[in-house]
């Protein structure tokens, strides 16, 4: 997949809303693969939900979506799950990590349906990351930022034509943050994939091709 396009898209818990202004909502977007964006805005303005649309998980919105000039609306179940499999990774807001198994088990669990790496690059990603010595710890008992770093992995574990992070260093410091960075651009790199980042104020410290402010 080459590019996402937002064709006009506009939440329908927006469309009458009196005055709304956006830089991405209600306008013509084009997503490329192999570059980076941003996009900034606060809580409330649909960051989430526009990556919830990406992935297929909401369709309350008017306007097109499109994949390759292909509209969503009209894909297959079995085409979501190629697509999710193979072209789309998304490291989601609230993780989504099952808490009763153990952070390795939580990254195999994506990895086997690809093995799209090995288990030595994916315990050089624990050792990257700080959290070599959390491999066989349930993820309930990992601090939030510990969490985030665990759902990174996982997020990076899998081929992809984009990848989609949202939120992702709100309870991590500077150091960690700037490793995340690190690892995302060149996992991206090395697919030549594109990057959709959000943010509500404080940025994966990457440089961004494209910003968009004000969603």
């Given at each position: 997949m080459n590019t996402i396009t937002f064709d006009r898209v506009m939440p329908q818990i927006f469309k009458n809303e009196p005055d709304f202004k956006s830089e991405v909502w209600g306008n013509t977007i084009v997503f490329e693969k192999g570059r980076k964006y941003l996009i900034?805005?606060?809580?409330?303005?649909?960051?989430?939900?526009?990556?919830?649309?990406i992935l297929g998980h909401r369709k309350d919105y008017e306007g097109e979506i499109l994949f390759d000039g292909?509209?969503?609306?009209?894909?297959?179940?079995?085409?979501?799950?190629?697509l999710r499999r193979n072209s789309i990774s998304l490291l989601f807001q609230e993780l989504r990590l099952f808490p009763e198994l153990t952070a390795s088990e939580n990254v195999?669990?994506?990895n086997t349906l690809t093995n799209h790496v090995t288990t030595e690059e994916i315990k050089r990603m624990f050792d990257e990351l700080h959290i070599a010595g959390k491999w066989d710890v349930p993820v309930s008992k990992l601090s939030f930022g510990q969490q985030q770093r665990l759902a990174l992995i996982r997020a990076l574990v899998t081929p992809f034509d984009f990848l989609i992070v949202d939120e992702p260093i709100s309870?991590?410091?500077?150091e960690n943050a700037e490793i995340m960075a690190a690892m995302i651009e060149r996992e991206v790199k090395r697919q030549q994939a594109g990057l959709i980042v959000t943010s509500i104020g404080q940025r994966l410290p990457l440089e961004y091709d494209i910003i968009y402010k004000g969603l």
């Open positions: 900034e805005a606060q809580s409330g303005k649909g960051k989430t939900t526009l990556c919830s649309y292909k509209n969503i609306r009209s894909l297959k179940e079995k085409e979501w799950t190629a195999f669990i994506k309870h991590l410091d500077t």
